[in-house]
């Protein structure tokens, strides 16, 4: 049974920092194309950024330049450096691996982000 864990996640100011990360277990990691996505309140959930098995990332507009998206195969993780961050990042953040346009396994937990002052 595949489970993923996020963790990272906390209380920001506007233009601060964070960095989550996701633990996956019980999957072949390496093969899968990973990504991070993010549900705001009242809102669905949107696609932040992905990365292939290869390495090769793409992000949502609204984050790109500011997010980082990484990979570590040896330790089955999966980053997600978040900089310059504003108050329209504040969400919970989820990771999964996917499929196309699609997430594949069931949701973990998620990561809380708030951006406030």
């Known amino acids: 049974q595949v489970q993923l864990v996020e963790s990272g996640g906390g209380l920001v100011q506007p233009g601060g920092s964070l960095r989550l990360s996701c633990e996956v277990s019980?999957?072949?990691?390496?093969?899968?194309?990973m990504a991070w996505y993010r549900q705001a309140p009242g809102k669905e959930r949107e696609l932040v950024a992905a990365?292939?098995?290869?390495?090769?990332?793409n992000y949502g507009h609204s984050v790109k330049g500011r997010f980082t998206i990484s990979r570590d195969n040896a330790k089955n993780t999966v980053s997600l450096q978040m900089n310059s961050l504003k108050p329209e990042d504040t969400a919970v953040y989820y990771c999964?691996?996917?499929?196309?346009?699609?997430?594949?396994?069931?949701w973990g937990q998620g990561t809380l982000v708030t951006v406030s002052s």
């Open positions: 019980g999957s072949i990691f390496s093969i899968n194309d």
């Open positions: 990365i292939t098995s290869g390495g090769r990332t």
């Open positions: 999964n691996a996917r499929w196309g346009n699609d997430a594949i396994y069931p």
